[in-house]
């Protein structure tokens, strides 16, 4: 993310779609061609995972928000030059879905949530308490750091 535009529930970014690109048949345009904006936001704390994977549907006011980072992306590709024929829309990804394993107050020091094997630790988005809505990748490295130098001091 180069740079963000930051409106009122939602943040917008240009990013190319690597996922659309792949797998969405909408996206047949040459990846040369393509001028693409992510729309990112912290979705409402609804879902749950469990061993059978993880269950989440986006909610009435999620969806609102999308269709309103929509609307200010295509009036951005129209200042652009871009015609609305020629707009399509990507798929929707939970990139760091937040919330998902969130530590207790009890579990917080040890990065060890009681609800995992005793020997195996998460390094990810999933161990904050919400979705943030923001990039998490400077928490998201600082965790993984603090986890991978737990689990070095067990080992010695």
């Not at 990112?40 to 999620?62: F, N, R, Y």
């Not at 009036?75 to 879905?97: K, N, Q, S």
């Amino acid at each position: 993310m180069p740079f963000v535009s930051v409106q009122e529930h939602i943040i917008l970014s240009p990013y190319f779609d690597h996922l659309s690109f792949f797998f969405n048949e909408d996206w047949r345009l040459h990846a040369s061609d393509i001028v693409s904006i992510m729309i990112k936001l912290a979705d409402d704390g609804l879902g749950s995972i469990s061993s059978q994977g993880v269950d989440k549907t986006l909610t009435d006011q999620d969806r609102r928000r999308l269709d309103e980072g929509v609307v200010i992306c295509k009036e951005i590709l129209r200042r652009f030059g871009a015609c609305d024929e020629d707009m399509f829309l990507g798929t929707v990804i939970a990139g760091h879905p937040g919330g998902m394993l969130p530590l207790t107050e009890k579990e917080a020091s040890s990065f060890h949530s009681d609800r995992l094997p005793e020997n195996l630790y998460v390094a990810d988005a999933s161990l904050l308490p919400k979705s943030l809505g923001n990039p998490p990748i400077l928490t998201i490295i600082a965790m993984a750091k603090r986890i991978s130098k737990l689990c070095c001091e067990q080992v010695i």
